[in-house]
């Protein structure tokens, strides 16, 4: 056996007693990135990186690529005759924002005419309520620290902005389009240094006056981790807040009516405060508020009640909860002699539309679906009508928009991906499995016909209540294609269940995520799918913490392992980037309980010298303020150190992009990476 050399990485004799634990953090240097010997270890892992071989790269690039040039399109947003919609052509990096009317559709926004470097992303995007002006947001190089522009729809015109500091800022519109409710972070000035992340608050702003004089509208003094939603009624008449401390499953929730109060001053009234329940409101045409929560009721329901009594013990069930599908979505369709509404449902993470009287909620039909895929938001028009419009995707269907014509019944192709692709064909089968504790945990098996162990990628999450659906992937189809299998886990910790599975998962419950990743994979292995030396696993963000965790318990149980952006320093993960907005998924290495149970699993504080590790190759993201690239790079350090195998491990640093958003090509280049590397080591080529 050859062990690989790696660059020198220095080990510091650093230990922090946390609780009466000694914290050994030996690469704390690494968390540096100015450190000039930060930098000379970088520089050496990419050359490293670089010089790898990887046999099957560049045939997975051509075949990515050619997948993804089914292009996208996304659902309509309509004002009135107008539409707004995205949708990105097989050659373009990234997806252009149209408007069109009856006599044709043009570009408003261009991320590539924006910046030819492609660097540029559009982050999101909201009409006024007449269409005639709209607020959208961009960000440069994946730092997804947006900046608020006010453009005129008929002439293109930016007539406002930047407004600087407005990162997952929702934009609700008064009528008129010349004042709009939004979310800012404090000037940096204003915090405390390390804290200009956090420190959001609800504005009022004037089209044409400067920020500087935008007035305060809600947030001061609160939870500086709070993040907060504003909507405005279609008719202007009503104002809703919403508070969520980080990323909790939780909101508080607050209802004015600018009716009676002004705007700059709105009248709080209080719908949920201090409640452990997500709710949204929706104000009907018909002068009713509907209520989607998951208070009572972890797979989520929709009550009633009036715009005037919004308070819990005013909410009168219309469509209850289900003991098997997750409520998703509902729009409703009122232009017809019974209203009816759309109420879209998980089932196991598969996808479907009933159809109920709105009145009593009784349930009388569905809305045909092209197949067991999932079904995104469903739309309607601000003003009511008969149609809806729903993005769906499957594993060899591109996104495409469908209409359901509710006096018809009838749903149609409206929109299809602009692409044409030659899609191989593969087979998805939903497996059930029992995890450590005897829980079932559902997973999708793609392939192709054959049999045998093949090399096998397992794929999980498992965090923040994310559900993982079926949909379209240029990646699995490209990875299938070539022979492998590919297994997406539904594990604890997701919200495939309801918010029950949501917290199975999370806080003092994390191991049972990686207990159902385990079993997962032992599934395989069992029912003759794949082998030990044939499996690997992939995941990224919280799925990094969870590839992480995997071969630090299990190093036996995995071939290789491709880690992205992940969270491994679950000690210190608080410190850096967003991760004060998680403690409340994860918990605080400040408290001793919440501590010992992150010291419990923590990957990087569990690498051990001497064991055979997997393969394992860390993919991160230098414009990454979500989750600092410095996890993936003190784990590197210290596997290189510790591994005892002849299997590689290795860094891969890409600069200018982010945790999210990226041109085309350059999420080419990553999932070919990826791929080659998988492949290589669990015997595909």
């Avoid at 929709?302 to 599908?325: G, H, K």
């Avoid at 008969?386 to 018809?408: G, K, L, M, Q, V």
């Amino acid at each position: 056996m050859t062990r690989q050399p790696y660059p020198p990485a220095q080990r510091d004799d650093i230990v922090d007693d946390l609780h009466g634990t000694s914290v050994p953090d030996p690469y704390r240097w690494l968390e540096d990135a100015d450190d000039p010997a930060t930098k000379e270890w970088l520089d050496a892992q990419d050359v490293l990186f670089k010089s790898t071989e990887l046999p099957g790269r560049e045939a997975f690039r051509e075949r990515v690529a050619a997948l993804l040039k089914s292009g996208s399109v996304g659902p309509p947003t309509w004002r009135g005759d107008l539409r707004f919609f995205m949708r990105r052509t097989p050659e373009q990096e990234h997806a252009v924002l149209y408007v069109a009317d009856e006599r044709g559709e043009r570009a408003l926004l261009d991320p590539m005419a924006l910046d030819a470097s492609g660097l540029t992303t559009l982050d999101s995007y909201q009409p006024d309520k007449e269409g005639r002006r709209l607020a959208y947001q961009i960000s440069v190089g994946g730092d997804e620290e947006s900046r608020l522009y006010v453009m005129d729809v008929s002439t293109g015109e930016v007539i406002e902005g930047p407004i600087d500091r407005c990162r997952y800022s929702p934009v609700a519109w008064l009528p008129g389009g010349e004042a709009f409710y939004y979310v800012r972070k404090l000037a940096p000035s204003e915090v405390p240094e390390g804290e200009e992340q956090f420190h959001r608050r609800v504005y009022l702003h004037r089209v044409g006056t400067s920020p500087d004089d935008d007035v305060l509208i809600f947030g001061d003094g609160l939870e500086k981790t709070n993040y907060y939603n504003v909507s405005v009624s279609r008719d202007g008449r009503w104002l809703t807040v919403s508070a969520s401390r980080g990323t909790a499953p939780r909101n508080d929730l607050w209802v004015a009516d600018l009716s009676t109060t002004p705007y700059d001053a709105p009248e709080l009234v209080t719908v949920q405060e201090d409640v452990d329940a997500q709710t949204g409101l929706y104000f009907g045409r018909d002068g009713r508020l509907y209520v989607f929560t998951d208070r009572d009721a972890p797979r989520a329901r929709i009550c009633v009640t009036s715009p005037e009594t919004p308070a819990f013990e005013n909410w009168r069930d219309l469509i209850p909860e289900d003991p098997e599908a997750v409520l998703s979505d509902f729009a409703i369709l009122d232009d017809l002699d019974e209203p009816v509404m759309l109420v879209g449902w998980t089932r196991h993470a598969i996808s479907e539309i009933s159809i109920h009287s709105l009145e009593t909620g009784v349930r009388i039909g569905e809305v045909p679906t092209p197949g067991l895929g999932s079904i995104g938001g469903i739309t309607e028009r601000p003003e009511g009508g008969h149609e809806a419009w729903f993005s769906y995707t499957d594993n060899t269907t591109p996104p495409s928009i469908r209409r359901f014509d509710a006096r018809t019944g009838e749903t149609t192709l409206w929109a299809a991906s602009p692409g044409a692709v030659e899609v191989p064909s593969v087979t998805t089968e939903q497996v059930v499995y029992r995890s450590k504790d005897g829980t079932e945990v559902h997973m999708l098996v793609i392939s192709r016909d054959g049999s045998g162990p093949r090399p096998t990628i397992l794929y999980g999450y498992g965090g923040f209540g994310i559900t993982m659906t079926p949909g379209y992937s240029a990646a699995i189809l490209a990875w299938v294609e070539a022979g492998g299998v590919y297994a997406i886990a539904q594990l604890r910790g997701g919200g495939e269940q309801g918010e029950q599975w949501h917290r199975d998962g999370m806080l003092g419950d994390k191991q049972n995520v990686f207990d159902d990743l385990h079993a997962a994979a032992e599934h395989l292995i069992a029912t003759g799918v794949t082998t030990a030396d044939r499996l690997g696993i992939s995941g990224g963000s919280n799925g990094g913490l969870l590839v992480g965790a995997a071969l630090t318990q299990r190093p036996e149980l995995y071939a290789a392992v491709v880690c992205s952006a992940p969270l491994l320093d679950m000690i210190r993960y608080e410190k850096f980037g967003l991760g004060a907005t998680w403690n409340v998924e994860y918990g605080s290495a400040d408290v001793p309980e919440e501590f010992g149970w992150l010291w419990g699993y923590s990957p990087y504080h569990h690498v051990r010298e001497g064991v055979a590790y997997p393969a394992t190759l860390f993919t991160v993201f230098g414009s990454d303020t979500r989750v600092h690239p410095l996890h993936a790079w003190k784990m590197a350090a210290a596997m290189q150190h510790a591994q005892a195998a002849d299997r590689p491990v290795l860094l891969r640093n890409e600069t200018e992009v982010g945790h999210g958003a990226r041109a085309v090509s350059r999420s080419v280049e990553l999932v070919a990476d990826q791929l080659a590397f998988l492949a290589r080591h669990t015997g595909l080529v």
